[in-house]
C-alpha cells in the first residue's frame, strides 16, 4: 500500500504562480496530478513516468510543468500564469505501472488532495 500526502497548494492571485508537492511513501511507477472543480468532473492535469515522460492536459500546456524525484519518491508541480479556472483541488495519483497512465480509473493509490484557488 503506497501513501500519498500533498502539500503547497493555496490562494493566488490571476497570473500568478504556485507548486504543488507529494510525497509517497515508497517506490511507485507512473504518477499524476488530477484536479476537480465543483460540479465538474476529475480531470487530468499531467502525468509523468518513473522515466520522465510526459502528458499534460490540453488546458495546461505550457503554464504547469510536472516533475518527479525518484530517489525522494516525491512528485511536484509548479504552476504559471495561473487563471481563475484553473481553481480545483488538486489530487496526486500513483500507480505501480511503469507506461503513461492518463486516466483516473486506471490509478490505484490517490492522495487526500490539496485546494488551489486562483483569484481574478
Not at 11 to 22: K, M, R, T, Y
Not at 69 to 96: F, G, H, R, V
Request: proline residues 2%.
Amino acid at each position: 500500500q503506497v501513501q500519498l500526502v500533498e502539500s503547497g497548494g493555496g490562494l493566488v492571485q490571476a497570473g500568478g504562480s504556485l507548486s504543488v508537492s507529494c510525497a509517497a511513501s515508497g517506490r511507485t511507477g507512473t504518477m499524476g496530478w488530477f484536479r476537480q472543480a465543483p460540479g465538474k468532473q476529475r480531470e487530468l492535469v499531467a502525468s509523468i513516468t518513473r522515466g520522465a515522460t510526459t502528458h499534460y492536459g490540453e488546458s495546461v500546456k505550457g503554464r504547469f510543468t510536472i516533475s518527479r524525484d525518484n530517489t525522494k519518491n516525491t512528485l511536484y508541480l509548479q504552476m504559471i500564469s495561473l487563471k481563475p479556472e484553473d481553481t480545483a483541488i488538486y489530487y496526486c495519483a500513483a500507480d505501480l505501472r511503469l507506461g503513461l497512465i492518463l486516466g483516473p480509473e486506471e490509478y490505484r493509490y490517490w492522495g487526500q488532495g490539496t485546494q488551489v484557488t486562483v483569484s481574478s
